[in-house]
């Protein structure tokens, strides 16, 4: 019974940072955010693996970056919209050892 338990308390517990990005979309006073044409900034830090959810966020005036935390890794990089084949090409600024890449963060606040 623990086990079904824990599977059941799995789906609500961790779906939080989900419910932010669908909430993005239906909340009336994001919307007026969305289609006002400022430009808007969402930072990851120590959640930093949940950068892959960006893809959720719901407008093109809505940007993705970094802020410093205790990871020392390497940070995904943004595609560049520009290029052709830009999934494809290795961006500026990569390394193969996982080493902290410093012109991934952006200062803050800003």
Known sequence: MSINYFIISTLPG????????????RDPAVQ???NSGK????????????????????SSNWNVRF???DFK???PNL???????????IPEN??????EEPTRYVSFPM
């Not at 961790?14 to 979309?25: K, M, S, T, V």
């Not at 595609?79 to 090409?89: E, L, Q």
Request: aromatic share 18%.
């Open 14 to 25: 961790y779906r939080a940072p989900f419910d932010l990005y669908f909430q993005l979309h």
């Open 32 to 34: 007026d955010i969305i």
């Open 39 to 58: 430009s808007y900034t969402m930072c990851y830090g120590k959640e930093w693996h949940r950068f892959p959810t960006s893809f959720f966020v719901p």
């Open 67 to 69: 802020i410093r935390s």
């Open 73 to 75: 890794g390497q940070l």
């Open 79 to 89: 595609y560049s919209p520009m290029a052709v084949n830009g999934t494809k090409i």
């Open 94 to 99: 990569m390394n193969d050892d996982n080493l």
